[in-house]
Structures are given as C-alpha cells and as structure tokens.
C-alpha cells in the first residue's frame, strides 16, 4: 500500500512502544508484582503525565498496546482478550482518558498509533456466548465452527489453539464490517493509525478494505502488522493462517524476509522481524559488525519504495535485547548504545520509521533469557514495570539515546 503525501510522516516516526499496565500509573508496591500475571497498576492517566519525559527524549509517535475493555481475569493484564472493542478497559481509565492523551500528545507535535486486534476476541465476549450457546444465533457465522454430534462437541477455530480466544470469521460480510466499524470509532477518537495485530491470521483482502475506508476517512491514516512465522508453527496451525502461497509454504517452509514482502499493496507496512533476528545474532555474538551490516543492507536494499518495514530491536513478545547475565555494565552500554545507533541510521538510509520498546532507553534488564526453568508466565520477563527511581548509569544512558534520536531528527530536517 503505497504511502501518500499525508502519510509520509510515517518514515520518519521513532515510535516508542508502550505496554499499558507496565509504564506508568503503578504504585511501588504495584510495580514489585510485575513477574506475576496480573495488573501491576499502570494506566492512561500515567502515560499522560510522563508525556514531557517522552518529548524529552525525542520519539515522535507512540504506540500503544490494546486498551480495550479485557475480560478481567489476571491473565489479560496486557490487553488482548478483548470483551468489548468500542470501550477503554476500565483499569486502564476511560474512552476521555485516551482522548486526553491523544489531544496532548497532537500538542506536542507527536503521533499516536494503536494496536488493533482483529483476528480473535476473548470467550466472554456477548456475541460469542451467543453463538457458542444457540446454533440458531445471528453471531454464530461471526465464527467458525466445526459441529458434532451434540453443542457440547462442537469445536472452533482459536486462535493458535487457545481455546479461551476465538477467531473471527472474515468470510463474513458483517464480521468484516463490524471491525472496520470498530477502527472507525477509534480513528474519530485521533488515532493516527494502528498496528494489526497477528496480521498472518487474516485475509489479505479485509486488510485491503480496512486500509482503503480508513485512508479515505483520515488520509494520513497509516496500517502496519504483525507478520510472523516459523515452518513449524505454521504446519501446527495450518487452518487459521491466512497468508499468500499458503500450500507451497506448508511443505517447502516459510521466509521471513519474503513473508514480510507480501503484505505491499495490502499493509502500509510491517513489523521487520528479520531485521531484529539479525540484531539478535549480532548482539549474542554469532556474526560480526561487518557481516551484520552487509546482511542489513542486503535484505533492505530488497524493500519496495513507500513500503515501511518498521525496525525495531525487542518488544514485549521477545526477549529484551541483552538480559543482564550476559555481559557486564560497560559491555552493555555499548552494545546497547551501537544497536540503536544501526536501527537510527538504516532507518535514516532508507526512510523507514523505527520502534523503540519501553525501558532500552534506561537498560531496563531482564534477569534471565525466555523460555525461562521455573517461569511459567516467561513473557514475564520482558515486560518488567518500567523503573522511574533511575540511577546514574541508568540516567547517562537515557542521555546518550536522547542525543541519538535528536540528532536523527535534525539531520532528517536538513535533507
């Protein structure tokens, strides 16, 4: 999907990605609970009230994780088991929360994308209950079902086979409507575009329709997703991934780079996976600064002009970049401080927009890589609540990204 003029502002975005319950809003007894799975405390409120922090720094567009109203359960404290999609969970604050924060980073002159989930809701969503209890229900073909020989041996697809997470059934036109609905309400709040979560479980063509109305609606808008997958995962959910050449790939394996390539014309842009993976080998020593920045150059070289790979370095899906048992303070420092100085500059290079997660910026640690012995929640450990009793060396660090990003932006201006 090629990038229009109102749309450009999206090259040059450095998001900062946000984990609602784990940044802001928390109390110090609330933040000490963060390796277990349940809310920590964080909330609207609280990003708001750090927006000058985030100014400071220098990132232009925040991105944050779902925000709507959650089953409740402890797990769900990240925000994707989704009961109602046109209201802000209440833990998080209020729809006049986030419309707040929106207003007042638009102030500041920053962008604000959100994630969008439309590939699953959670079980106790209304209109599931309604078609899991009466076969005879309007939502029932909102879903998809198997049926056996009684409605207690029917089974549906789930989302990478939780069962307790539903998919959507895109073959229906008001399934299909009701989620352009949803987005329109969000983008009328002042988003500024969203991030589609597990864009693979989707059809290309409602990720062409969702991008077409919501261009037309708000014409800087923009559309980027979530595309990741393994052989192996995708040979154990074959039926509920929806990606181009899926026969061939089930038997021949899927690439990554080539996955990613798939979504132009379809998506404004996509996650860059591969470029992480690249940063990761870098980072744990199994190529060189030379061979890095050669593959780097190799696999951006092969973009699509006005196709946006969004580089990003760790996220709440993978570890932090160095968990603190792999090297000391100073080693840190640098590896940390080089990996983001690459990200800014191939980002310059080739006008794309990049990403950072909440924390890099303080050297937020992780004590131990996932899959963790003795972790069952191993998400956990990359989502530690942010910490804002900094210490010097933290403190040093935060000066040295900020320098970076700023002079980013400056040399951006001067082209």
């Known amino acids: 999907m090629i990038l229009n003029k109102e749309q450009s502002w999206f090259n040059n975005a450095i998001m900062y990605h946000i984990l609602i319950d784990r940044f802001s809003g928390f109390t110090p007894d609330g933040a000490l609970r963060w390796d277990t799975p349940d809310s920590v405390g964080g909330n609207i409120n609280g990003i708001t009230a750090k927006l000058d922090y985030l100014s400071a720094l220098g990132v232009n567009t925040l991105w944050l994780s779902p925000f709507y109203q959650n089953a409740g359960n402890k797990d769900a404290y ?66 998809v079902f198997h049926e056996g020989k009684t409605r207690e041996e029917d089974t549906y697809e789930q989302y990478l086979n939780c069962g307790f997470l539903p998919k959507f059934n895109f073959g229906n036109p008001e399934t299909r409507n009701y989620m352009i609905q949803v987005a329109l309400f969000w983008l009328d709040l002042g988003f500024d575009g969203f991030r589609i979560d597990h864009a693979i479980g989707v059809s290309h063509s409602f990720l062409k329709e969702l991008s077409g109305v919501l261009k037309e609606k708000k014409s800087h808008c923009v559309l980027f997703g979530e595309a990741l997958l393994d052989t192996q995962t995708f040979r ?14 089930k038997f021949f394996g899927v690439n990554q780079s080539a996955l990613q390539l798939d979504y132009a014309g379809t998506l404004n842009g996509v996650l860059d996976f591969e470029f992480q993976s690249q940063m990761v080998q870098y980072v ?89 012995e003795g972790y069952p929640y191993a998400d956990l450990l990359a989502r530690r609540a942010m910490d804002w009793t900094r210490n010097k060396d933290q403190e040093d660090f935060l000066c040295s990204i900020s320098g970076l990003i700023k002079r980013k932006r400056t040399e951006e201006r001067h082209e």
């Open 78 to 143: 990240h925000g994707y088991h989704i009961t109602d999609y046109f209201s802000v969970d209440s833990r998080f604050g209020t729809n006049d929360d986030l419309g707040i924060l929106i207003n007042e980073c638009h102030k500041r002159g920053m962008r604000v994308v959100g994630d969008f989930v439309p590939n699953h809701c959670h079980e106790n969503h209304e209109f599931f209950q309604s078609a899991k209890h009466d076969k005879n229900s309007p939502y029932r073909r909102w879903f």
């Open 236 to 249: 154990n959910y074959y039926d509920t991934i929806q990606i181009k050449k899926k026969w061939l790939r």
């Open 284 to 372: 744990t020593g199994k190529i060189s600064k030379q061979v890095l920045e050669k593959q780097l150059q190799r696999h951006l070289d092969k973009c699509p002009k006005d196709y946006s790979l969004v580089l990003f370095l760790d996220s709440h899906d993978s570890n932090r970049l160095i968990c603190e048992n792999r090297e000391n303070l100073e080693q840190k420092k640098e590896i940390l401080k080089y990996t983001a100085e690459v990200m800014l500059e191939y980002g310059q290079k080739y006008k794309l927009p990049v990403s950072f997660y909440y924390g890099f910026e303080i050297m937020l640690n992780q004590v131990v890589p996932k899959p963790s």
